[in-house]
T-cell receptor
Framework: GESVGLHLPTLSVQEGDNSIINCAYS??????FIWYKQESGKGPQFIID?????DKRQGQRVTVLLNKTVKHLSLQIAATQPGDSAVYFC??????????????FGKGTLLTVNP | DSGVTQTPKHLITATGQRVTLRCSPR?????VYWYQQSLDQGLQFLIQ???????AKGNILERFSAQQFPDLHSELNLSSLELGDSALYFC????????????FGPGTRLTVT
């Protein structure tokens, strides 16, 4: 079965607010956790990753938090903009041998930014 | 634009038929991955190739096959199509084999009638 899942299927925020997208995982053997963004009519786009031995990683306007105790991952988007409207997927990656990482995606959360 | 191209963009065919989806990776990328995206199953990994060789298999049906050619483009062959095969099929590529940072193409929407 799937090892990565999402708490909420949809999230609606006002432009300028901060967004928090949550994800639960069940596999403690994951090496990396990754967030992808998929805009309507496009393929998924890599946003940010976090190694399993880290708690926090920051990018441009995005922060990913990893809580291994409760197996929870979150993506925070600061000052959300209309262009952030998309489906966000969390994914986990495990080394399946020979530095070959296999991605397993969660179901996705639809983020809608209201102007 | 990710640099990954997929053709065709849309494909409509009948049950029992066979189709071929084509993918050209980003320039310099040696790994190609195929994914199926449907409403009920989400984004499912099918198969991965690296420099012409199969490297990993996911939830790929026996009716489906793929290959990567010497020029690094890849084709996904779907045969004996069923209604349930209707989905978006994405190709992704990366420089390294099995990288988790992958560049996705725009997808091919397959409709089986």
């Amino acid at each position: 079965g799937e090892s990565v899942g999402l708490h909420l299927p949809t999230l609606s925020v006002q432009e300028g607010d901060n967004s928090i997208i949550n994800c639960a995982y069940s596999n403690s053997a994951s090496d990396y956790f990754i967030w992808y963004k998929q805009e309507s009519g496009k393929g998924p786009q890599f946003i940010i990753d976090i190694r399993s031995n880290m708690d926090k990683r920051q990018g441009q306007r995005v922060t990913v938090l990893l809580n291994k105790t409760v197996k929870h991952l979150s993506l925070q988007i600061a000052a959300t903009q209309p262009g952030d409207s998309a489906v966000y997927f969390c994914a986990e990656s495990r080394n399946s041998g020979g530095s070959n990482y296999k991605l397993t995606f969660g179901k996705g959360t639809l983020l809608t930014v209201n102007p | 634009d990710s640099g990954v191209t997929q053709t065709p963009k849309h494909l409509i065919t009948a049950t029992g038929q066979r189709v071929t989806l084509r993918c050209s990776p980003r320039s310099g990328d040696l790994s190609v991955y195929w994914y199926q995206q449907s409403l009920d199953q989400g984004l499912q990994f099918l198969i991965q190739y690296y420099n012409g060789e199969e490297r990993a298999k996911g939830n790929i049906l026996e009716r489906f096959s793929a290959q990567q050619f010497p020029d690094l483009h890849s084709e996904l062959n779907l045969s004996s199509l069923e209604l349930g095969d209707s989905a978006l099929y994405f190709c992704a590529s990366s420089v390294r084999q099995g990288a988790y940072e992958q560049y996705f193409g725009p997808g091919t929407r397959l409709t089986v009638t």
